[in-house]
Nanobody, 121 residues
Framework: QVQLVESGGGLVQPGGSLRLSCATSGSIFMIYDMGWYRQAPGKQRELVATITSGGSANYADSVKGRFTISRDNAKDTVNLQMNSLKAEDTAVYYC???????????????WGQGTQVTVSS
């Protein structure tokens, strides 16, 4: 069983910053790509940023230059530093990880329970 637990969400004023963290636990053999997704009310879940095990990052156009994704492979964690937050960044943010449970098992995507980020004055 693999668990992902997000933390760091909350209420912030426009222009402010938040840092999200995601910790993994369980019988993990290897973690491949990790990422952050978000879902605003009435909208589909969308990609925010992903990062490979080698550290290559990919961002949605809407967050480029404002958000930074990072990971610690030794601790199996992934973080999202969010700066210059806008009202349209308001959403539930979900952590995702592609995890293999053994050398012979293909990777499977796992999700955290989500953390609310609200940007409002």
């Amino acid at each position: 069983q693999v668990q992902l637990v997000e933390s760091g969400g909350g209420l912030v004023q426009p222009g402010g910053s938040l840092r999200l963290s995601c910790a993994t636990s369980g019988s993990i053999f290897m973690i491949y790509d990790m990422g952050w997704y978000r879902q605003a009310p009435g909208k589909q879940r969308e990609l925010v940023a992903t990062i490979t095990s080698g550290g290559s990052a990919n961002y949605a156009d809407s967050v480029k230059g404002r958000f930074t994704i990072s990971r610690d492979n030794a601790k199996d964690t992934v973080n999202l530093q969010m700066n210059s937050l806008k009202a349209e960044d308001t959403a539930v943010y979900y952590c995702n990880a592609d995890v293999s449970l053994s050398w012979s098992t293909p990777a499977h995507g796992y999700w955290g329970q989500g953390t609310q980020v609200t940007v409002s004055s």
